[in-house]
């Protein structure tokens, strides 16, 4: 479960709407996505943290966890993307740590983290499972991962719904909010397609971690979830 080889695609995708990165997808979340962060992070995120951002992007999820923490907490942003790492010293007062590299291959020590964040990353992991794992092992005891993403809801009516929006309606919000680049959005599908639908995540989850809490918006379509090492 996880991409597989449409991976390298996605990358590519990705590399290429860095200028468009951010307008668009606060359009196509239907203005959302700040909030689903807050709610995500709040009271899992504590200051003294250590946290890794994996799929960070330009890192919103660090910059929440900061906001919410006094900037007391240390962050390190983890991306497969060399070009969108170097795209983040502007979002930030301090640069952060950075490293480059994949879900399924985290170069960091067991027990490092105190927490780790996947703020609409997690879906584009190669292997699911094998990047749970990874994501476990580098938490400390206690630890928490904190995911915020596209929910794919278990109700086969609801599920249609939220795939009907990603295949028509978003690729229009994505071309009004990013012109062209705006358009290889599209690619969100092919994404959320092999997206495990989210009971089935929660049970992928609970085969590492003790605990899973899972929170739901937009009828399922937007998820925030924290699992307990």
Not at 95 to 114: C, K, L, Y
């Amino acid at each position: 479960m996880g991409l597989g080889s449409y991976w390298g695609e996605v990358m590519e995708v990705l590399q290429e709407i860095i200028p468009v990165y951010d307008k668009v997808n606060s359009i196509i979340s239907l203005g959302k996505d700040d909030e689903h962060r807050n709610r995500g992070i709040s009271q899992r995120v504590l200051p003294g943290n250590k946290i890794l951002d994996a799929g960070s992007g330009f890192g919103n999820m660090s910059k929440t966890a900061l906001k919410q923490t006094d900037g007391k907490i240390s962050v390190t942003l983890y991306d497969p993307l060399i070009p969108m790492l170097k795209n983040t010293s502007m979002h930030f007062e301090k640069s952060p740590d950075m490293a480059n590299g994949v879900f399924e291959h985290i170069p960091f020590r067991d027990e490092e983290f105190d927490a780790v964040l996947c703020g609409y990353s997690l879906r584009d992991a190669i292997n699911l499972r094998i990047a749970i794992s990874e994501i476990h092992r580098v938490l400390k005891k206690d630890g928490r991962c904190v995911i915020v993403d596209l929910g794919k809801p278990d109700e086969v009516f609801i599920r249609a719904g939220v795939s009907f929006y990603l295949r028509c309606i978003l690729p229009i919000l994505a071309f009004i909010a990013g012109g062209r680049l705006g358009l290889k959005f599209g690619t969100l599908y092919g994404t959320y397609k092999r997206w495990p639908q989210n009971k089935k995540l929660e049970g992928l989850l609970l085969e590492k971690f003790s605990r899973v809490e899972f929170e739901k918006d937009l009828m399922g379509g937007a998820i925030m979830v924290a699992a307990y090492k």
